[in-house]
């Protein structure tokens, strides 16, 4: 493996009309594993034809699909980013230069809007809350690292242990409690490839769900020791 080459984890639920343009926009030297977290419209086999490698995890949810993608990985730096289209591959050399010169331990994204509605109130109102709550902690940060960069050891040593939608939550928490430093990036958020839909902002049931494995996680953390 190319020593400068970064893997690109894509957690993959039905995004079959995503994935060509997502793929397709990656930047030279970045590798896609998408893992297919039990799609019915043929991602796998699309992601597979455009050349990624295709992990398949059968246990859904946002954190097992993450994880598996991390354990499928084998560079120094890997990141983490969706495959619905809303989110631009183009802007992930930014998060891994800072993650590779040692500025940073982790390098996360804040959302900003690129036009009306494509962010729904109910989704933004709980990363709002959430975001105070992580600042709180220490940690300088507006959003909850939709996308995401990181040494792969230090990560896998941080033990993320959440395999649902608390994954990114449980790891900025944690990332605080070890005394990592973190940088945001303003990323540019835009509409979803037609056909597909948010897990999670796609509807206030959605929503809930997340917030109900936020609650999980900061719960949890409140009883484990600090490093």
Known sequence: MNADQVDVVLPCLDEAG?????????????????????????????????????????????????????????????CFIDADGSLDPAELPALVDVVRTGAVELAVGRRVPVERGVWPWHARAGNLLLAVLLRRRGLPVRDIAPVRAVRREALTALGVADRAFGYPLELLVKAARAGWRVQEFDVAYGKRAKGTKSKVSGSVRGTARAIRDFGRVLARSRNEPTR
């Open 18 to 78: 995503a994935l060509p343009g997502v793929l397709g926009a990656l930047p030279p030297g970045f590798r896609a594993i998408v893992v297919d977290n039990g799609s019915t419209d043929g991602s796998a086999g699309i992601a597979g034809a455009l050349g990624a490698t295709v992990v398949r995890e059968p246990r859904r949810g946002y954190g097992a699909a993450v994880h598996a993608g991390l354990t499928a990985a084998t560079s120094d730096v890997v």
